[in-house]
């Protein structure tokens, strides 16, 4: 597996992208948007590989429904492909932001740097990761760039929404859209890549939104350890005194990185409670199957209904920067009380 059969859940993407290579058609800028750890820094190093690799090869036919015949992937293997993926290919450029923001002064080394000719015979490649962060400043002296593209140079932008650069921008770039990562293509990345188990994988994949980096990061934050430990406590919530549930706040809030996926859970913990009964294999922590079962038993719809709100309400206040504590003891009493 090589180039863009290594890329997963993205067919439409890659569809237009072989689409470009197959008939040669390549524009100056491509937009690759789409949320964080879906797969677009990789599918651009894929593009740029393919552009310049010595063997090009056939599709695998997973990849492509139309001529798959067509030599248009990177081998992974030439001297050109090696040098991309160990980042020392001289006209691939890779920029990304530095502290939350690419700034003007990279952009300016960048457009020095497009003055000088490639040093290959191949297509030069900027891959411009982020390029959200980019204040005005940065973005009107890439525009400069892309309003007189410079010969035989690909721009890349990657960023999470169109509606973020400046219009003048995305109207010179050919738009390609990266979708979510379904749950099935998410779970069978961390099972085969990052050797969870199905189970932790599951969960993690459950509340990652079809992100890949999401669903690691909460991984190696904790995140499963953490979530069976509140499935019990909330099992346990309803005969505890007051102190006992201010202290189950305290260590909620103290949680404060894992704070809003505590609180996605939470949602998707109550609309199993209240799918279970009707749709048991509709579940999301299928895992906890036993305790989803038992706490759906002894729990009434309307108290669940109740509940959900509370934590929509926390959620909000977060978001509106609330003090976390105050914001999770408010909601521990209330997924108590109702
Ligand atoms: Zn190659």
């Known amino acids: ?35 964080d750890g879906i797969g677009k820094q990789t599918t651009a190093r894929a593009f740029a590989m393919a552009c310049n690799c010595d063997d090009p090869q056939p599709l695998s036919a997973s990849s492509s429904e139309t001529s798959p015949a067509a030599r248009i992937n990177a081998c992974g293997r030439c001297r050109s492909c090696r040098r991309i993926l160990s980042d020392n290919h001289p006209d691939i450029l890779h920029l990304r932001p530095s502290g939350n923001m690419i700034r003007i002064a990279v952009i300016r080394d960048l457009i020095q740097q497009l ?19 980019m204040n005005m400043e940065a973005s009107n002296a890439l525009l400069k760039v892309l309003e007189e593209p410079p010969e035989n140079t690909l721009l890349i932008l990657t960023a999470q929404q169109t509606a973020d650069l400046l219009p003048t921008i995305v109207s010179r770039c050919q738009q390609i859209r990266f979708s979510p990562l379904p749950r099935d293509v998410l779970i069978g990345l961390l099972t085969e890549d990052d050797a969870l188990t199905p189970e932790e ?59 809003p996926d505590t609180l996605a859970w939470l949602m998707t913990w109550y609309r199993d ?51 976390p504590r105050l914001t999770m003891e408010d909601l521990v009493l209330q997924l108590a009380a109702v």
């Open 1 to 35: 597996m090589h180039g863009f059969d290594l890329i997963r859940g993205q067919q439409q993407a890659i569809g237009l992208l072989t689409t470009l290579l197959r008939k040669g058609h390549i524009p100056h800028a491509l937009v690759f948007t789409g949320i």
């Open 273 to 323: 409670l209240i799918v279970f009964p009707f749709q048991p294999e509709q579940i999301v922590n299928s895992d906890l199957r036993h305790q989803v079962q038992a706490e759906a038993a002894k729990t009434s719809p309307q108290a669940l209904i109740d509940r959900m709100k509370a934590v929509q309400r926390a959620r909000q206040h977060l978001e509106a920067n609330a003090n």
């Open 115 to 133: 003055t000088i000719k490639p040093f290959e015979q191949g297509k030069r490649v900027v891959i411009i990761a982020g390029s959200d962060t």
């Open 201 to 259: 994988a599951r969960a993690a994949a459950a509340l990652a939104e079809g992100s890949y980096t999401h669903a690691l990061k909460m991984v190696q934050a904790g995140w499963i350890p953490r979530r069976d430990w509140l499935a019990n406590e909330l099992s346990r919530l309803d005969g505890r005194s007051t102190t006992a549930k201010l202290a189950l706040a305290e260590k909620l809030a103290d949680g404060k990185k894992l704070l």
